[in-house]
């Protein structure tokens, strides 16, 4: 069977949503780390300057359009396997079979697949999509020639706004369901489980990408606004 063969089916796909994934997980990591430099009292020297290097690096702005793509692909594929599924069984069961079959999670995949998908275009369009595109203020540091774009006050300014907070906090739900189940799913399709593992898999699963790293999102806007 060809590489191209392969990938359209079931087995084939569930391996690319499981791949892509893992990808992402490795993504918020550094994403995190970088959106924590926001709660530095230093006027937003070190998120801007991370921000320029992130916004104007060759090989970042590969990975960037590379992630965009991967994101795209992984939600594209995961729709897929999902109506492929309802198709497999058009016919409901009688009886909800409930958590006989299936964690709760898992069963909200799609709707917590798709909050989060909206979130992140949101998050691109109001933050992303200006940083490289839009107007934006500038400011000079101490030690350094040329201005940067100062993404940390308009950062800021998008904060102020309790909607917009309640948005991104509401977002990082979406996005901690999603991880929880997608993590575990992940290494089950990449054949990981095994009882030796499922341990050290579960806690990093669900307290690592499912609540200290979406906690660790959701916090920075609430800070912002309350020490605005």
């Not at 430099?37 to 992130?54: I, P, V």
């Not at 109506?83 to 009688?94: D, E, I, L, M, Q």
């Not at 989060?116 to 999509?129: D, K, N, R, S």
């Amino acid at each position: 069977m060809k590489w191209s063969q392969f990938f359209n089916t079931s087995i084939g796909k569930k391996l690319l949503v499981g791949a892509t994934g893992l990808f992402l997980c490795s993504f918020v990591l550094v994403h995190l780390a970088g959106n924590f430099q926001l709660l530095y009292k230093d006027e937003g020297k070190a998120f801007n300057a991370y921000a320029q290097f992130m916004g104007h690096n060759s090989l970042i702005q590969f990975i960037a359009w590379g992630l965009k793509i991967v994101i795209l692909l992984h939600a594209f594929i995961a729709i897929q396997l999902t109506f492929s599924n309802r198709a497999a069984r058009p016919v409901k069961y009688a009886v909800n079979p409930g958590n006989a079959t299936s964690s709760w999670f898992s069963r909200q995949m799609a709707v917590m697949g798709s909050i989060l998908f909206i979130f992140i275009v949101v998050h691109l369009a109001q933050l992303w999509g200006k940083f490289h595109y839009g107007e934006m203020p500038t400011k000079t540091y101490e030690g350094m020639t040329e201005p940067l774009k100062d993404l940390y006050a308009v950062t800021y300014q998008l904060f102020e706004n309790p909607i917009v907070v309640l948005i991104y906090v509401i977002g990082m739900i979406g996005l901690s369901f999603h991880l929880i189940h997608g993590f575990k799913s992940a290494c089950q399709t990449f054949g990981l489980n095994h009882k030796k593992y499922n341990g050290i898999i579960n806690f990093i699963g669900v307290w690592v990408f499912g609540i200290a790293i979406p906690v660790g999102f959701a916090i920075i806007p609430v800070l912002i606004y309350f020490n605005r």
